[in-house]
């Protein structure tokens, strides 16, 4: 079992910048592939950025946050970060940290068993 809390959520204008925090507790923390997601009202949940504790530490994004947005982790802290800068209105979502041990990193939603509850991004124009 993992238990993932994420932090750093907020308002901000666009332009701006936040980090967001997931700290994670259960599982050995540096054998999990560590995702971010999120959801906007009325929409499905999107794929943001991973970071596989495989393949070297290999990290996917997603085209939305291309360039803009960076994934990182501690495993000495078991906390995965998520650095984004030039927000946009259309960043405004719930974001989610998600946590798997399968056998590659995975982008979709239904690959991945372990879910924080979330923290919320606004983004003002």
């Known amino acids: 079992q993992v238990h993932l809390v994420e932090s750093g959520g907020g308002l901000v204008q666009a332009g701006g910048s936040l980090r967001l925090s997931c700290a994670a507790f259960?599982?050995?923390?540096?054998?999990?592939?560590m995702g971010w997601f999120r959801q906007a009202p009325g929409k499905e949940r999107e794929f943001v950025a991973v970071?596989?504790?495989?393949?070297?530490?290999?990290?996917y994004y997603g085209d939305s946050v291309k360039g803009r947005f960076t994934i990182s982790r501690d495993n000495a802290k078991n906390t995965v970060y998520l650095q984004m800068n030039s927000l946009k209105s259309e960043d405004t979502a719930v974001y989610y940290c998600?946590?798997?041990?399968?056998?590659?990193?995975?982008?979709?939603?239904?690959?991945?068993?372990?879910w924080g509850q979330g923290t919320q991004v606004t983004v003002s124009s």
């Open positions: 998600a946590a798997d041990n399968g056998v590659i990193a995975a982008t979709l939603p239904s690959q991945y068993e372990y």
């Open positions: 970071h596989s504790w495989t393949s070297g530490g290999s990290t």
């Open positions: 259960g599982r050995p923390f540096s054998r999990l592939h």
